[in-house]
């Protein structure tokens, strides 16, 4: 099966703990998005890699660090959780090139407690 | 920088009515891409349909759209809603410089018999 795929569904967390998400695809994309969605239903782009390097870096806070081993491979580290990082991370492949259709994972929903 | 402005908030309609959703966007680029996805609940969001041709239409399930480069617009319609059409829909703005797609505040549509 081709798709994106994100590690955890969910995670339950306390503020100040680190917390890491995976993602993977197997659509043969070369860029990879990080998105979030906020209990407003907001998706917002955080970042965006191609073949491993950083393309895009919103205004995220320092405690968002994103990693990418090769282009089949996004991970995204929160160093120190806050309240407000409660949302759903959603991950998503593209081929390179603005006209092409974004692939989303099912997304990893993030309490933070 | 670039902004996609939608519908506000919950659009109520009943069964076999007309629909019509409501983009306009902000960017600096003269060739943008406008896309439309639908996110069913408890679904990640997917494609409906997407363009970059000033005024051409196009189709996809039932739904269609128009780019207008003039009016900076990209509207969504339906003849007539199904009780399925009932999601979260989000128009979103990509540009040839690769940036990651921007996306409006999406517009609930509820489809009531």
């Known amino acids: 099966e081709t798709a994106v795929f994100q590690t955890p569904n969910y995670h339950v967390t306390q503020v100040g703990n680190e917390v890491s998400f995976n993602c993977k695809q197997t659509?043969?994309?070369?860029?990879m998005y990080w998105y979030k969605q906020d209990s407003k239903k907001l998706l917002k782009i955080m970042f965006s890699?191609?073949?491993?390097?950083?393309?895009v870096n919103e205004t995220v806070p320092r405690r968002f660090s994103p990693q990418s081993s090769d282009k089949a491979h996004l991970n995204l580290r929160i160093k120190s959780v806050e309240p407000e990082d409660s949302a759903v991370y959603l991950c998503?492949?593209?081929?390179?090139?603005?006209?092409?259709?974004?692939?989303f994972g099912a997304g990893t929903r993030l309490s933070v407690l | 920088g670039d902004s996609v402005t939608q519908t506000e908030g919950l659009v109520t309609l009943t069964e076999g009515l007309p629909v019509m959703l409501n983009c306009t966007y902000q960017?600096?680029?003269?060739?943008?891409?406008l896309f439309w996805y639908v996110q069913h609940l408890n679904e990640s969001p997917r494609l409906l349909l997407k363009s970059f041709t000033d005024n051409k239409r196009t189709e996809h399930q039932g739904f269609h759209a128009t780019l207008h480069k003039s009016s900076s617009s990209f509207h969504l319609q339906k003849s007539s809603a199904q009780l399925s059409d009932s999601a979260l829909y989000y128009c979103a703005l990509s540009d040839r410089n690769n940036n990651a797609p921007r996306f409006g505040a999406g517009t609930k549509l509820s489809v009531k018999p």
């Open positions: 960017t600096i680029y003269s060739n943008p891409f």
């Open positions: 890699y191609n073949n491993k390097q950083l393309i």
């Open positions: 998503a492949s593209s081929s390179w090139g603005g006209q092409n259709t974004l692939y």
């Open positions: 659509l043969g994309h070369d860029t």
